[in-house]
């Protein structure tokens, strides 16, 4: 059931998180979330209200914290989709995703079986291989833009993403057991507030920030956001459920192999062309979460 839940997860985040980039190009990464981040609230509210659990301040906590890490790595990893290619920029994020809950998991004692173990760590070879990225550098570049050229990078951005990500994954686990999805809208309320304090950061002192921002119907970057946002929501409580059945470590690498989805998305939308080092990490993808469910 946890590999179920889990890769079920990775799927929802994956389509989430092409439609996130889609809108974020014809946007900019914060409009994008004004959109994405309350339609997410409005439905894990919803899904929590109909399960009608209760909970306490401490579930509570935890899942604010893990809003507040969860939405700082929206705002990053959004920005990385806009600067970079989705096949390079995924990956990345999901690879420090990963590693995170996988060391805090195993320094908590966790033990998985030698089959399962295998296929985890397939799995992280997979990641690692999916984002590979092709070589060249263009050294020419004066010494002040190229540092302003990485630190705005998609790579870089997505790293930063993707261990804010790992930080959420590893708090909503300690939001634990018999609170319903209640953890859940406290991380989407952390969510909320971390976007519009960026959106208010802008209005106050940066206005001017992406003046070359693509223009694009106003429909039709709210219609990719709100969907990127539901699909969001509902990958954050497939993998809260499957998170608080079963092991961190086991659950967040299966979640972290969202970019295959992103990936493809991609390559059949915008033709980004898949190096054959994606592909082998494709196949061993499936290698290793063959092994995690037979084991």
Same mark, same amino acid.
């Given at each position: 059931?946890?590999?179920?839940?889990?890769l079920?997860?990775?799927?929802?985040?994956g389509?989430?998180? #092409?439609?996130?980039? &889609?809108?974020?190009?014809?946007?900019?990464?914060?409009?994008?979330?004004?959109?994405?981040?309350?339609?997410?609230?409005?439905?894990?509210?919803?899904?929590?209200?109909?399960?009608?659990?209760?909970?306490?301040?401490?579930?509570?906590?935890?899942? #604010?914290?893990?809003?507040?890490?969860?939405?700082?790595?929206?705002i990053? @990893?959004?920005? &990385?989709?806009?600067?970079?290619?989705?096949?390079?920029?995924a990956? !990345?994020?999901?690879?420090?995703?990963?590693?995170?809950? !996988?060391? $805090?998991?195993?320094?908590?004692?966790?033990?998985?079986?030698?089959? !399962?173990?295998?296929?985890?760590?397939?799995?992280?070879v997979?990641?690692?291989? $999916?984002?590979?990225?092709?070589?060249?550098?263009?050294?020419?570049?004066?010494?002040?833009s190229?540092?302003?050229?990485?630190?705005?990078?998609?790579?870089?951005?997505?790293? !930063?993403?993707?261990?804010? #990500?790992?930080?959420? @994954?590893?708090?909503?686990?300690?939001?634990?057991?018999?609170?319903?999805?209640?953890?859940?809208?406290?991380?989407?309320?952390?969510? $909320? $507030?971390i976007? #519009?304090?960026?959106?208010l950061?802008?209005?106050? @002192?940066?206005?001017?920030?992406?003046?070359?921002?693509?223009?694009?119907?106003?429909?039709?970057?709210?219609?990719?956001?709100?969907?990127?946002?539901?699909?969001?929501?509902?990958?954050?409580?497939?993998? @809260?459920?499957?998170?608080?059945?079963?092991?961190?470590?086991?659950?967040?690498?299966?979640?972290?192999?969202?970019?295959?989805?992103?990936?493809?998305?991609?390559?059949?939308?915008?033709?980004?062309?898949?190096?054959?080092?994606?592909?082998?990490?494709?196949?061993?993808?499936?290698?290793?979460v063959?092994?995690?469910t037979?084991?």
């Open positions: 059931m946890v590999t179920i839940l889990a079920s997860a990775a799927l929802a985040y389509v989430a998180d #092409f439609l996130g980039g &889609a809108a974020a190009r014809r946007s900019t990464a914060l409009k994008a979330l004004a959109w994405c981040v309350p339609m997410g609230l409005a439905v894990v509210l919803v899904a929590a209200l109909l399960t009608g659990d209760g909970t306490g301040w401490g579930p509570l906590t935890w899942g #604010f914290g893990a809003g507040l890490a969860g939405g700082t790595g929206l990053t @990893f959004y920005r &990385a989709l806009a600067r970079g290619p989705m096949s390079v920029v990956p !990345v994020s999901a690879l420090a995703a990963a590693v995170l809950p !996988v060391a $805090v998991g195993t320094m908590q004692g966790e033990r998985l079986d030698a089959t !399962v173990l295998l296929g985890v760590l397939l799995c992280l997979a990641i690692a291989l $999916v984002s590979m990225e092709a070589g060249g550098t263009d050294d020419t570049a004066p010494a002040a190229g540092w302003r050229r990485l630190l705005d990078s998609g790579p870089l951005m997505a790293g !930063v993403s993707g261990a804010c #990500f790992g930080i959420f @994954f590893i708090l909503l686990k300690e939001a634990g057991d018999g609170g319903g999805l209640w953890p859940l809208v406290a991380a989407r309320v952390g969510n $909320v $507030v976007v #519009f304090a960026a959106l950061y802008l209005k106050l @002192f940066a206005a001017a920030a992406d003046p070359g921002a693509p223009r694009t119907t106003r429909r039709t970057l709210i219609a990719l956001a709100l969907l990127s946002g539901a699909l969001d929501a509902g990958a954050n409580a497939l993998y @809260f459920i499957a998170v608080q059945d079963g092991m961190l470590s086991l659950a967040a690498v299966l979640t972290s192999l969202y970019p295959a989805i992103t990936v493809l998305l991609a390559r059949i939308a915008y033709s980004e062309r898949l190096r054959t080092v994606q592909r082998l990490g494709m196949a061993i993808a499936v290698a290793g063959a092994l995690v037979v084991g």
